[in-house]
């Protein structure tokens, strides 16, 4: 699942008392003994993975050992009859095109329809490996993310001056009066501006003039997409630069704070933000903008995603680490047969009451105090499903043990625990752009958490799963289902 709850105002909420308590969870002693799963004893695990949708897209991706002398133009056929399907998709509803123009849109192939999310990951993927073909394997090495660096520094420092929200939204301004209206030198301005230009960002349609391009706008007019550059260069990029310091130091630590991020910073993630007010704030409007919708979104296709409806009448769902409970509530919406159990932090009580007033669910959603080390409340036991979002991926599978044991212990015959998180793909089943992403997804909660995304072969050897349905709030999201056949 993803590492990031996607929820700004849960962000807001309860994330910055996430990590704090991290550092006051007893320290276990560092084992270099492999992890053991929670087994319950006598019991049997079924998982059922739904969702991913990741197997029904294109296998586009093993193009390692393809020798054939007509690789390149396989890729550029491919190239031309994805372009030609989404071109007649455009045609034909009438959408925008694609464009760089500043009128061009913002987001303008849809995934909605199956047909053209296919075609759209098929271009990515033939053009990434035409281009990569093209350049070829020691010219990417010399120029080894050259571009990527530079350009990130160059953003952060446009956006840092408001460069941005300074350009008219349509036409043009000088070099001139941007530099004067924005503090930002008027020799120095032109260099990071043709930085970005080179990378789609900005035009310069004559000598000293700057316009909009459909990329830069939307850092005008939104400070979610603002946010995104920003994170990447003051928080990813130093916590990356520990990384070797961190694997030399703390080989195989399970420990939240021996990590890349700790060694940058001197504090956990979440402890740094909560001396940093600010940072969490942006961190927020990141986690919004990656992804991809508000708390709203995300919630009502987790209620979509799963059968709650099969559920009996009266089953209780307990949401553990739930926050203040949007997805329990968007549920409850949904299915007025169930009642729910939301368990999180006492400070978050207020706010999941306000909550569950506001959505009119209060009789059948309750917040309980419950910190999901501690065995779980006597009055769940036995509970219909044990609801988990962007819980386990936060941890190291030693955390994750002790986050599973005691719902194992509270389960009976007919429980089932229900977890959403980002499912890792098994090798060459997607395509490899695709697969970068989860990748590096997995080592940013290595390098600010020293947890992981996982393949969910982890759990328990007893684990199986059996099938991938379901569409959560973003494409890569899984709901796991693992029940306990006792
Ligand atoms: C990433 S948020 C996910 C919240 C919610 N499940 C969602 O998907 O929106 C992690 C949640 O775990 C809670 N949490 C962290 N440590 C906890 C603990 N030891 N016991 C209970 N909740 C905890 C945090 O307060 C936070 O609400």
Same mark, same amino acid.
């Given at each position: 699942?993803?590492?990031?709850?996607?929820?700004?105002?849960?962000?807001?909420?309860?994330?910055?008392?996430?990590?704090?308590?991290?550092?006051?969870?007893?320290?276990?002693?560092?084992?270099?003994?492999?992890?053991?799963?929670?087994?319950?004893?006598?019991?049997?695990?079924?998982?059922?993975?739904?969702?991913?949708?990741? @197997?029904?897209? #294109?296998?586009?991706?093993?193009?390692?050992?393809?020798?054939?002398?007509?690789?390149?133009?396989?890729?550029?056929?491919?190239?031309?009859?994805?372009?030609?399907?989404?071109?007649?998709?455009?045609?034909?509803?009438?959408?925008?095109?694609?464009?760089?123009?500043?009128?061009?849109?913002?987001?303008?192939?849809?995934?909605?329809?199956?047909?053209?999310?296919?075609?759209?990951?098929?271009?990515?993927?033939?053009?990434?490996?035409?281009?990569?073909?093209?350049?070829?394997? #020691?010219?990417?090495?010399?120029?080894?993310?050259?571009?990527?660096?530079?350009?990130?520094?160059?953003?952060?420092?446009?956006?840092?001056?408001?460069?941005?929200?300074?350009?008219?939204?349509?036409?043009?301004?000088?070099?001139?009066?941007?530099?004067?209206?924005?503090?930002?030198?008027?020799?120095?301005?032109?260099?990071?501006?043709?930085?970005?230009?080179? @990378?789609?960002?900005?035009?310069?349609?004559?000598?000293?003039?700057?316009?909009?391009?459909?990329?830069?706008?939307?850092?005008?007019?939104?400070?979610?997409?603002?946010?995104?550059?920003?994170?990447?260069?003051?928080?990813?990029?130093?916590?990356?630069?520990?990384?070797?310091?961190?694997?030399?130091?703390?080989?195989?630590?399970?420990?939240?704070?021996?990590?890349?991020?700790?060694?940058?910073?001197?504090?956990?993630?979440?402890?740094? !933000?909560?001396?940093?007010?600010?940072?969490?704030?942006?961190?927020?409007?990141?986690?919004?903008?990656?992804?991809?919708?508000?708390?709203?979104?995300?919630?009502?296709?987790?209620?979509?995603?799963?059968?709650?409806?099969?559920?009996? @009448?009266?089953?209780?769902?307990?949401?553990?680490?739930?926050?203040?409970?949007?997805?329990?509530?968007?549920?409850?919406?949904?299915?007025?047969?169930?009642?729910?159990?939301?368990?999180?932090?006492?400070?978050?009580?207020?706010?999941?009451?306000?909550?569950?007033?506001?959505?009119?669910? !209060?009789?059948? #959603?309750?917040?309980?105090?419950?910190?999901?080390?501690?065995?779980?409340?006597?009055?769940?036991?036995?509970?219909?499903?044990?609801?988990?979002?962007?819980?386990?991926?936060?941890?190291?599978?030693?955390?994750?043990?002790?986050?599973? !044991?005691?719902?194992? @212990?509270?389960?009976?015959?007919?429980?089932?625990?229900?977890?959403?998180?980002?499912?890792?793909?098994?090798?060459?089943?997607?395509?490899?752009?695709?697969?970068?992403?989860?990748?590096?997804?997995?080592?940013?909660?290595?390098?600010?958490?020293?947890?992981?995304?996982?393949?969910?072969?982890?759990?328990?050897?007893?684990?199986?799963?059996?099938?991938?349905?379901?569409?959560?709030?973003?494409?890569?999201?899984?709901?796991?289902?693992?029940?306990?056949?006792?």
């Amino acid at each position: 699942m993803t590492c990031w709850s996607g929820m700004h105002s849960l962000v807001l909420d309860c994330m910055d008392r996430y990590l704090p308590r991290q550092r006051h969870q007893p320290t276990p002693s560092i084992s270099s003994q492999p992890t053991h799963h929670v087994r319950p004893d006598a019991c049997h695990c079924q998982a059922i993975l739904f969702h991913q949708n990741l @197997n029904t897209m #294109v296998a586009t991706s093993d193009i390692s050992a393809d020798t054939s002398a007509s690789l390149l133009t396989t890729l550029a056929d491919e190239i031309s009859s994805s372009a030609t399907l989404l071109s007649s998709h455009f045609e034909s509803r009438r959408l925008p095109w694609p464009s760089f123009s500043a009128d061009g849109p913002r987001q303008p192939i849809c995934e909605d329809n199956e047909e053209v999310s296919r075609a759209r990951i098929a271009l990515i993927e033939a053009t990434r490996s035409l281009h990569a073909l093209a350049v070829g394997p #020691v010219e990417t090495t010399k120029h080894f993310c050259f571009n990527e660096i530079y350009l990130l520094g160059a953003m952060q420092v446009l956006c840092h001056f408001e460069i941005p929200q300074n350009v008219p939204l349509q036409g043009t301004i000088t070099f001139h009066h941007l530099a004067s209206k924005t503090g930002l030198s008027e020799a120095l301005l032109p260099r990071f501006l043709r930085m970005a230009i080179a @990378n789609f960002y900005f035009a310069e349609p004559e000598p000293g003039l700057v316009a909009h391009s459909a990329w830069s706008k939307p850092l005008a007019t939104d400070e979610k997409m603002r946010a995104c550059i920003w994170f990447r260069h003051a928080e990813m990029l130093p916590a990356v630069s520990k990384l070797v310091d961190m694997v030399k130091r703390y080989p195989d630590s399970p420990e939240p704070q021996d990590t890349a991020f700790s060694l940058a910073f001197g504090d956990v993630f979440f402890g740094y !933000k909560e001396r940093h007010p600010e940072n969490m704030v942006k961190f927020g409007q990141f986690v919004d903008a990656f992804s991809g919708g508000s708390s709203a979104d995300s919630a009502e296709s987790i209620a979509r995603a799963y059968p709650w409806e099969t559920l009996p @009448n009266r089953a209780l769902v307990v949401d553990v680490g739930g926050g203040i409970g949007h997805i329990s509530a968007a549920i409850a919406q949904a299915h007025p047969h169930l009642r729910f159990q939301v368990q999180d932090f006492e400070d978050l009580r207020g706010a999941a009451e306000e909550l569950m007033e506001s959505k009119g669910v !209060k009789d059948r #959603v309750e917040f309980v105090s419950h910190n999901f080390f501690d065995p779980q409340p006597e009055p769940v036991r036995g509970a219909a499903v044990y609801f988990m979002r962007n819980i386990l991926h936060n941890w190291s599978d030693l955390y994750c043990q002790r986050i599973l !044991k005691p719902i194992a @212990n509270s389960m009976g015959p007919e429980s089932r625990i229900v977890n959403c998180d980002i499912v890792l793909p098994e090798p060459n089943s997607v395509p490899k752009a695709q697969d970068a992403v989860t990748r590096a997804l997995d080592l940013t909660m290595l390098s600010m958490f020293n947890a992981k995304e996982r393949s969910f072969d982890y759990a328990d050897s007893r684990l199986e799963i059996t099938d991938v349905v379901g569409k959560p709030r973003m494409r890569m999201d899984s709901l796991v289902e693992v029940r306990l056949l006792c």
